[in-house]
């Protein structure tokens, strides 16, 4: 208990607990559209695409900073969008080639751009890996004041304009029919998404923020199927993801800090889909049971009219 109460009381790991939370939640509620869209490989695509542009904002300015990575970051992930596109508009290729093509182009780029650094003349280097798997330890305040304006921004559009990402999740022709934007609102989301990636690249790391976006919004889905109150489970369940996985990874000695967070995820995604109410394991042996014990019983009562019918007779 008194371990527990120390790392409450400690200013770095409160800082690190509320920017793993707010990392989930605002991953949550981002990701539930792009899971309704059928686009899960696209926060994955665009995580790995971010790896790039954190080397070439390193490698022009030579200066370890959050804020020029998320630039650098973001531009990567807007190229990779446009190019994600630009394929399936011009080819016949299909969206998740289009993807896997762009995720492993940019992500090798950045694999190699990443040797060139390490063994390259660049001051300051060491530590620029982290970002591959996270370091949510390194975190300072103003790491976590900007994390907080991203998760703001992204809840308050999602919050302003839940009914037109509604709409264009499940029928974009009804969406454009009516006169909405669907392209502009579709890249909106895009950008939503490419912001809510960069912003979790250093807690959780190119390779593992994607699971942050998916991994909630699957969970929800077991539990409910209204949209509003998926979007609020998701990013409750990401939230509690971040939590879990900061607490525990502080009361282990050198337990890293994302990979926790995201196995926290995937128990929620393991007991969802145990106890979910209607699409969970039990819920739907249990009205198999049921339907058995209803069959069973008016096999029963229909045998005893017949039998009773015979007998009449």
Known sequence: MANIWSMITDPNMQWIFLGCTLL?????????FSYLRKQSLMGDTLAHAALPGICIAFMLTGIKSIGLFLIGAGLAGLIAT?????????????QDAAMGIVLSSFFGLGIVLLTVIQHGNYGNQAGLDKFLFGQAASMIGSDVITMSIVCIVLLSICTLLFKQFKLISFDPGFARGLGYPVAALEQLMMLLMVVAVVAGIQAVGVVLVAALLIT???????????LSLMVILSGIFGAASGAVGTLFSASVSNLPTGPVTVLAATLMFGISILFGPQRGIVAKRLMRQRAKRRFAVQRDISIHDNTKKEAAL
Do not use: D
């Not at 989930?24 to 539930?32: A, D, F, K, R, Y």
């Open 24 to 32: 989930g939640l605002s991953s949550g509620v981002i990701g539930s």
């Open 82 to 94: 446009f190019g994600i596109g630009y394929i399936t508009r011009h080819t016949k290729l299909k």
């Open 216 to 226: 909630p919004a699957v969970s929800a889905r077991y539990w409910t199927n209204k």
